[in-house]
């Protein structure tokens, strides 16, 4: 048989049986259990139930059909499959038997990681997310979470003063006080990352910077 050691899920994989050895002839036959998935377009040689297939044509040692693959989230998939090669004599003696099992895997594409509740804010109490004194620095905080539990690596975080991009602040999570004047519009937003793939890019609140207030 042919059938793959690992499955896309709902991928349809075209299928062929085959007897090889045994003894000398031509005829013969088969009976499959796949205990997942589809099977199709097997033509007047092959006879499909839920999870079994069998030859209808014993005239012949090889057959092919269509099998397509279970939804995402199956998991693996058992196959189980007898072979004969028939002798022709009419009689339940002097066939070639085999059997053979074979486990077929799911691949499992990563998903990507989301980041939810982006936000700046000043760094010391109160900790507006509206106004910021010059001299304060600006901290951004985000949830991330992974849908495989996938540990955050390499996440993107871009700082935006006035609509434009800072790239000198590019991935840190605190935005220095020497960064910002007075009069200015701050935003940051964070593409979340699991090392593999990039998640969609969230935007935090925007702040505004104030003067520094001097005590007399």
Do not use: C
Not at 51 to 58: F, G, L, Q
Not at 149 to 159: A, T
């Amino acid at each position: 048989h042919n059938f793959p050691t690992d499955y896309t899920p709902n991928q349809v994989y075209n299928i062929q049986i085959s007897v090889q050895g045994g003894v000398v002839g031509s005829e013969g036959g088969f009976a499959l259990d796949v205990d997942q998935g589809a099977y199709s377009n097997g033509g007047p040689d092959v006879t499909f139930l839920t999870t079994t297939a069998t030859h209808s044509n014993p005239s012949q040692r090889s057959w092919n059909f269509d099998w397509t693959a279970p939804a995402a989230g199956t998991g693996t998939v058992s196959v189980a499959l007898a072979t004969l090669a028939s002798n022709s004599n009419g009689a339940n003696t002097g066939d070639s038997r085999g059997t053979t099992t074979h486990t077929i895997n799911e691949l499992v594409s990563n998903q990507a990681p989301s980041a939810t509740n982006a936000v700046i804010k000043s760094s010391v109490s109160p900790f507006s997310e509206t106004n910021v004194a010059e001299n304060i620095d600006v901290k951004f905080d985000y949830t991330y979470s992974d849908p495989e539990n996938d540990p955050q690596s390499g996440s993107e975080i871009r700082w935006m003063k006035n609509g434009v991009t800072q790239p000198m602040y590019n991935d840190i999570k605190t935005l220095p006080s020497s960064a910002i004047t007075a009069g200015e519009t701050w935003y940051a937003t964070i593409a979340p990352s699991d090392g593999t793939t990039l998640g969609t890019s969230v935007q935090s609140n925007s702040i505004s910077i104030d003067a520094e207030v001097i005590a007399n």
